[in-house]
């Protein structure tokens, strides 16, 4: 006997952002199976949490995403998504979706990083990195630098997403990371690398926000 397979039903970004800022509740339905499918396809090129995390991870992005929309952060207007000032919203709903769930993602490995590395260099010089880069993104206290820190995380490159996941998040070793990403010719170069993304990071998004603040 064939198995029939039921398609679900998908709308467009501006159809969903609508749908939810009226409060319509098959509309709401919809864009959490939107964004729960496609959060589930590509968690793991983004986020490293067991299971039994990133349903968590996943249901606090989504609320952030609801009251976004619910604040009009981003909103339809003839027809037109648009987002911070009026501006066209230009990428895709998911990938918006998927920074908000990368800046949970941060904010729970600050919340729950254990040091497992017997590396005692290594594990003081994480420390202090992650206090000096930690407290620019969340002892503000503004959410638009949050924001502005996730939208930037996902433009950057491959190589430096590899990098700070790995040394941050999975708090591994230098030695480890040579082993995982074999291109580097030495620690030192890898250590050069991993500077080299950090304070690219905290450049860009620093000149993000001071424009945001003068504009």
Avoid at 61 to 87: H, M, P, Q, T
Avoid at 93 to 101: D, E, G, R, V
Wanted: proline residues 1%; charged residues 35%.
């Amino acid at each position: 006997m064939a198995i029939i397979r039921l398609r679900t039903r998908t709308y467009s970004d501006a159809a969903y952002v609508d749908g939810v800022f009226r409060r319509d509740p098959q509309m709401e339905r919809a864009l959490h199976r939107h964004c729960k499918q496609y959060f589930d396809e590509n968690y793991r090129g983004v986020f490293f949490v067991g299971n039994e995390h990133k349903d968590e991870i996943f249901h606090e992005a989504f609320i952030k995403l609801w009251e976004n929309i619910i604040s009009r952060k981003l909103y339809v207007e003839e027809g037109v998504l648009r987002g911070k000032g009026g501006e066209d919203f230009t990428g895709k709903l998911t990938t918006y979706f998927m920074s908000i769930a990368r800046l949970k993602y941060l904010e729970w490995t600050r919340k729950n990083r254990h040091r497992r590395s017997d590396d005692e260099v290594d594990r003081c010089q994480r420390k202090q990195e992650m206090n000096l880069f930690m407290d620019v993104l969340y002892d503000s206290g503004d959410e638009m630098m949050l924001e502005i820190i996730a939208d930037c995380i996902s433009h950057m490159s491959k190589r430096c997403n590899q990098i700070l996941t790995l040394f941050w998040y999975e708090e591994k070793t230098l030695d480890d990371i040579m082993i995982e990403l074999p291109t580097f010719e030495s620690k030192n170069a890898l250590k050069t690398s991993k500077y080299k993304c950090m304070e690219n990071l905290r450049k860009t998004a620093n000149e993000i926000y001071h424009k945001s603040l003068n504009s």
